[in-house]
């Protein structure tokens, strides 16, 4: 693999300076809101990508998501069916433990963690999900939560420095759950014998508890870096805000090797995934998730996706214009230049594309090409054909526009086939905008007809003639130009009046693919029609 052509190989090469006789990726998430794509970046992906070599190199590797669930949920996400009236029986409790809100759940964590368990295979990731609080719970963090607690003073003095913060000298690096709210948002520690911690919660309760156990959690700057410790972590990732300056990155670093007297993971920021220009939050609501891109979009595109971006490179990504046909149409170049059936501008570029679409697919990449239909036609063809009901012609269809080249599908094929399209059409009803939306105008007004200009109009029955014997979309598109030419009529007007008496707009897609996809007589009736 060419190194200047996938990032996480120069990466790997870092992380394998660390001699570990297993090398562990490491990304983690707290269940408090919607997991979104730009979690799946950062926590998911960027590990997953440096897993991926390091198990290519040969050596032992496992890619972790720990599941930050002993967290307290501070916030109800927008859009959450829970009443203000109700909020104090959630607000404040980890997510272990605060109620589901949603029914069929065990807890408010095991409902947000499912919109991940519920696709995450489909994506094909090999991911070892942990509770943090069942490692609490195990005894995981024991040894490590004593060595904090006393150690204390070096913690704080560490984090002030560091940070520039200002934690007193006698500050407790532990968060201990109420025992009479259940609630661990309000709690204070306030003493340590050495075997026991006192508390104070706002709820009015002191208390006296050992902290061992799934008792208490470490503060999530020294949880942080003693995951690390426990998991034995060789690299991982996080969003860029963790890696300002002197913030929770530069700290935990500072608290392995100046406290904990350990080598810290390899660790790289991954930049946030926008949707419309807003950065995305779970707890906000402005997310779109896993499951969500499995209605619209295959786990390939989404691989292709981040393969196509170095982490530290910004994706500005929305459903609702043209970036998100474009993302389709550079996933299925990078396909055909996998398979010699296209070529790239120069030999880099070509290098590139062929790496982010191998990497892409999960596992091996067929030996031809998968049967394709471009995201763009496919969402022109569920306008005017209902794939379920007309699978039959659609098939006779593609193979006019030359998508098919197989006389018989096989099962899986027509299956492929079958969600390709299913996801066009869930596309063009959630999230495509007005001008991808097209239906063929059953009677031909006369103000589209007074918005033509003349000498296209007066060629469209020409037009129709030439084009009863021919069949393939770019044939089609062709003769198009080339009739106009032949005329001394301006192409862009030919073409225009062509959307103008088939849809009513002024442009849409290619001509030659919009004329098969709304039935090719049907047009040709209309250009006769229309040059009276």
């Known amino acids: 693999m060419d190194k200047h052509v996938f990032w996480a190989e ?169 025992e009479k709210c259940g609630k661990s948002l309000f709690t204070k520690a306030v003493a340590w014998d050495g075997k026991k911690v006192k508390y104070e919660c706002k709820c009015g309760f002191k208390g006296e508890v050992s902290p061992l156990n799934g008792n208490a959690k470490l503060h999530w700057r020294v949880h942080w870096a003693a995951s690390w410790i426990v998991n034995n972590v060789a690299f991982e990732s996080a969003g860029k805000d963790h890696f300002s300056k002197g913030g929770s990155v530069d700290v935990g670093q500072a608290f392995m ?25 779970g707890s906000v609501g402005n997310v779109f998730g896993l499951k969500e891109w499995l209605q619209v979009a295959s786990p390939e595109l989404f691989r292709f996706l981040f393969f196509s971006y170095r982490p530290n490179s910004a994706i500005d990504f929305s459903l609702a214009d043209n970036s998100f046909i474009l993302l389709n149409d550079r996933f299925e170049r990078a396909e055909r230049i996998y398979y010699s059936e296209d070529k790239a501008e120069n030999e880099r570029t070509e290098k590139k594309l062929k790496e982010s679409y191998k990497l892409s697919i999960i596992g091996v990449p067929s030996k031809t090409r998968p049967v394709r239909i471009p995201y763009s036609f496919a969402v022109q063809i569920v306008q005017f054909l209902n794939p379920e009901k007309q699978f039959a012609e659609i098939v006779e269809l593609l193979k006019q526009t030359k998508h098919l080249v197989s006389e018989k599908l096989s099962k899986e094929e027509k299956k492929s086939l079958l969600e390709q399209l299913a996801r066009a059409k869930a596309w063009l009803e959630k999230y495509a905008p007005q001008e991808f939306k ?20 007066k060629l469209l029955p020409v037009i129709a003639r030439k084009l009863e014997g021919i069949n393939s979309a770019d044939e089609l598109q062709q003769a198009i130009f080339e009739e106009a030419k032949a005329n001394d009529v301006k192409p862009k007007q030919l073409f225009k009046a062509i959307y103008l008496v088939l849809t009513g707009k002024e442009s849409g897609p290619k001509a030659g693919l919009l004329i098969l996809a709304l039935g090719k007589e049907k047009c040709l009736q209309r250009f006769k029609e229309s040059g009276e």
């Open 10 to 178: 120069k990466v790997a090469d870092e992380v394998l300076k660390k001699k570990r006789k297993e090398y562990v990726c490491e990304g983690m998430w707290t269940p408090s809101g919607y997991f979104h794509i730009g979690n799946a970046r950062s926590e998911i992906f960027t590990p997953y990508s440096v897993f991926r070599i390091l198990k290519e190199k040969g050596v032992k590797a496992r890619q972790n998501l720990i599941i930050d669930d002993f967290d307290p949920l501070d916030k109800i996400p927008a859009g959450i069916p829970v009443k203000k009236e109700d909020e104090n029986k959630f607000i404040g409790v980890p997510c272990k433990f605060a109620p589901s809100p949603f029914k069929g759940f065990k807890n408010w964590a095991d409902y947000f963690l499912s919109q991940v368990t519920d696709v995450i295979n489909q994506f094909g990731f090999e991911l070892n999900i942990i509770s943090s609080y069942d490692s609490y719970k195990k005894g995981k963090f024991n040894d490590l939560i004593e060595f904090s607690l006393n150690h204390s003073k070096e913690i704080t003095a560490v984090w002030n420095k560091v940070a520039g913060a200002d934690k007193p000298a006698d500050f407790l690096p532990v968060v201990i759950t109420c």
């Open 438 to 457: 097209l239906f063929f105008l059953e009677t031909l007004a006369d103000e589209i007809k007074g918005a033509i200009d003349v000498s296209a109009r």
């Open 257 to 281: 090797t100046e406290v904990f007297k350990k080598e810290a993971p390899y660790q790289v920021p991954t930049e946030f995934v926008q949707l419309k220009g807003a950065k995305m939050s």
